[in-house]
T-cell receptor
């Protein structure tokens, strides 16, 4: 069964600190991997998308990495801000409308 | 402004009372999809549509119906809602016909409670 596992489930950090969220997947074949940010009570918003040939992609203070060999991805957040408090969802696509969503990591940034 | 609009945003209903959640997008996207989100679980796809009059089941289609009569609209229909359909629902659209490489744009969500 194609699965996407995210860790940790939740994370609390202090404002200004960095953090890294993990995503491991077994989806095959692999088409692309996306990271989404979901604020409480809102719809997910795309942060990055990476295909097989890309191993890093940045969007401001967010940097995603992909290791297609080990089927792992990470999302690194630099100099966290209070507005980074949200759930971060990893989505892996196998193509042909087969998209698998992770359960998300709930990040809380405290002042 | 490019957006996906869902209505209603919040709804409390009773078992068996038919309801429809509307979804409309103004980006001329071919691909549209419905998901439900439950605590501790990832988003699960209910139905999707690759274009007008083309719909197909996702992972959890039981108890739901959809239609795609116009490109911009993709309503989700619960003919006889049950308490296990209490959930947060999201509609999404994408320019890519299979939603694979294009960015998925999500609506703001519809929180449904079935008593």
């Amino acid at each position: 069964k194609n699965q996407v596992e995210q860790s940790p489930q939740s994370l609390i950090i202090l404002e200004g600190k960095n953090c890294t969220l993990q995503c491991n997947y077994t989806v095959s074949p692999f088409s692309n991997l996306r990271w989404y940010k979901q604020d409480t009570g809102r719809g997910p918003v795309s942060l990055t998308i990476m295909t097989f040939s890309e191993n890093t992609k940045s969007n401001g203070r967010y940097t995603a990495t992909l290791d297609a060999d080990t089927k792992q991805s990470s999302l690194h957040i630099t100099a966290s801000q209070l507005s980074d408090s949200a759930s971060y969802i990893c989505v892996v696509s196998a193509g042909n409308n087969d998209m698998r969503f992770g359960a998300g990591t709930r990040l809380t940034v405290k002042p | 402004e490019a957006q996906v609009t869902q209505n209603p945003r919040y709804l409390i209903t009773v078992t068996g009372k038919k309801l429809t959640v509307t979804c409309s997008q103004n980006m001329n996207h071919e691909y549209m999809s419905w998901y439900r989100q439950d605590p501790g679980l990832g988003l699960r796809q209910i139905y999707y549509s690759m274009n007008v009059e083309v719909t197909d089941k996702g992972d959890v289609p039981e108890g739901y119906k959809v239609s795609r009569k116009e490109k911009r609209n993709f309503p989700l229909i619960l003919e006889s809602p049950s308490p296990n359909q209490t959930s947060l629902y999201f509609c999404a659209s994408s320019l890519e016909d299979r939603g694979n490489t294009g960015e998925l744009f999500f609506g703001e969500g519809s929180r449904l409670t079935v008593l």
